[in-house]
Nanobody, 119 residues
Framework: QVQLVESGGGLVQAGDSLRLSCAASGLTFSRYPMGWFRQAPGKERELVAGISWSGGSTYYADFVKGRFTISRGNGKNTVYLQMNSLKPEDTAIYYC????????????WGQGTQVTVSS
C-alpha cells in the first residue's frame, strides 16, 4: 500500500521560510517522479513543482520560480519543498504526489499539509 505523508506546514509571516517534507512508503521511490501541488480555498488544485526520478530535472510554476526549491533524497524516500520569501497568496493546502514514469497524471497523493502566510 502506497503512503505519502507530508509534514512541515504551519503559520508563518510574509517573507518567512518553510520546508515541507513528504515521506513515501510502499513503492520503489527512486523510480517515481514526484510533485508538489497546492489548493487554496475556492480555487483549483495547481502544480507547484515537479522533480524527475533521479532528481536531475525539475519544474517550477511561474508563481514560485526563484522562491521555492524541490529536491529529493532517494535514500530516505523523501521529497522536499523549500519555500522562501513566502507571500500571503501562497496560503494553501500543499500535497505531494507520485506518478509512474510512463504516465503524465499522478497516481498517489498525500493527505496534505496546511501552509498559512499572514501579511
Amino acid at each position: 500500500q502506497v503512503q505519502l505523508v507530508e509534514s512541515g506546514g504551519g503559520l508563518v509571516q510574509a517573507g518567512d521560510s518553510l520546508r515541507l517534507s513528504c515521506a513515501a512508503s510502499g513503492l520503489t521511490f527512486s523510480r517515481y517522479p514526484m510533485g508538489w501541488f497546492r489548493q487554496a480555498p475556492g480555487k483549483e488544485r495547481e502544480l507547484v513543482a515537479g522533480i524527475s526520478w533521479s532528481g536531475g530535472s525539475t519544474y517550477y510554476a511561474d508563481f514560485v520560480k526563484g522562491r521555492f526549491t524541490i529536491s529529493r533524497g532517494n535514500g530516505k524516500n523523501t521529497v522536499y519543498l523549500q519555500m522562501n520569501s513566502l507571500k500571503p497568496e501562497d496560503t494553501a493546502i500543499y500535497y505531494c504526489a507520485a506518478r509512474e514514469l510512463h504516465k503524465i497524471e499522478y497516481d498517489y497523493w498525500g493527505q496534505g499539509t496546511q501552509v498559512t502566510v499572514s501579511s
